[in-house]
């Protein structure tokens, strides 16, 4: 049974199964940064496919596990994750079989910066990785730029990072809030 660390996960699987198409998708991309155990992943594939039926589909998922070092969040300091090795195995046994799901052994920055000139376009991305502000903005802009009118941006952990700041710049590529969770928030690009 695939685990999860977070709450809220019904509006996950609400907004995944709601996701908004203004045009019928030749095909559909879905992501999540930050994949720990996986229940996140699981619940977005199974709720954008039950939405968009046999239109070609993929889901990626970015994490670097490994122990990393790193500050999590805007008011801690840097610590050692529990982002085991044998947790990155339990979860690739867990999606084995799942011909949709592409996973990257990377961390943010070098899947933004292995696909920068891709042309791939998201229609959901699940932000649960880093939660410092300079990390998720980072990580909106680039999404954003790679979106089309319908796609969702959901941001997990919001208590802990400037999600005013992200909102605020989402904007001016036309996202606005769809909703709010007590932990999770989902934006929509309405243009």
């Known amino acids: 049974m695939i685990k999860g660390d977070s709450t809220e996960y ?3 699987a609400k907004w995944c199964a709601q996701l908004q198409f203004y045009e019928e998708p030749k095909s ?4 999540e940064i930050g994949v720990r155990e996986g229940l996140g992943s699981k ?4 709720g954008i496919r039950k939405r968009i039926g046999n239109i070609p589909y993929e889901h990626i998922a970015i994490d670097p596990y490994n122990n990393l070092s790193y500050q999590h969040y805007d008011v801690t300091e840097p610590e050692t994750a529990d982002y085991t090795d044998e947790m990155r195995l339990q979860m690739e046994r867990d999606f084995a079989n799942e011909k949709d799901f592409k996973f990257y052994h990377l961390t943010d920055v070098e899947f933004m910066n292995l696909f ?8 959901l991305v699940f932000f649960d990785g880093p939660h410092m502000t300079k990390d998720i903005f980072r990580e909106a802009i680039w999404f954003a730029d790679k979106s089309r009118k319908g796609t969702r941006f959901v941001f997990d952990d919001t208590k802990y990072f400037d999600i005013e700041t992200i909102i605020k710049a989402l904007s001016y590529w036309d996202f606005e809030v769809l909703e709010y969770g007590k932990n999770k928030i989902c934006l929509q ?3």
């Open 10 to 12: 019904e509006l996950l």
């Open 43 to 46: 619940i977005i594939m199974l």
């Open 28 to 31: 559909v991309t879905s992501c």
């Open 189 to 191: 690009k309405d243009k």
């Open 116 to 123: 920068n000139t891709s042309k791939r376009i998201f229609d």
